[in-house]
């Protein structure tokens, strides 16, 4: 009965430690947040700068190789909301 008792106990001291592990990775995490968020509106940033001078970009390189230059698209961005959003809805599910 003590040796249960005293395995018992070791398990819960070897669960609350590794809880305590968690909790300061997850405290870890908040910080990391949002300084993601804030690259997004980087990213965001960038993409809009991107769309809006790729045209005339075009037409200076086209004018001077004499081809028909394209610049590449922006493509789909995954942002940090959305996989947010997206995994908290799948585990709704």
Do not use: W
Not at 19 to 45: S, Y
Not at 67 to 79: F, M
Request: charged share 25%; net charge negative; glycine share 4%.
């Amino acid at each position: 009965m003590l040796e249960t008792l005293g395995s018992i106990l070791k398990r819960m001291d070897t669960l609350e430690k590794t809880m305590n592990r968690i909790e300061e990775r997850l405290i870890g995490m908040e910080k990391v947040i949002p300084a993601c968020e804030r690259m997004d509106e980087h990213v965001t940033f960038v993409n809009g700068v991107y769309t809006t001078i790729k045209a005339p970009i075009e037409y200076v390189c086209s004018a001077f190789t004499r081809t028909d230059t394209k610049l590449p698209s922006v493509s789909e961005t995954v942002y940090l909301t959305d996989q947010v959003s997206s995994s908290s809805s799948s585990s709704l599910l």
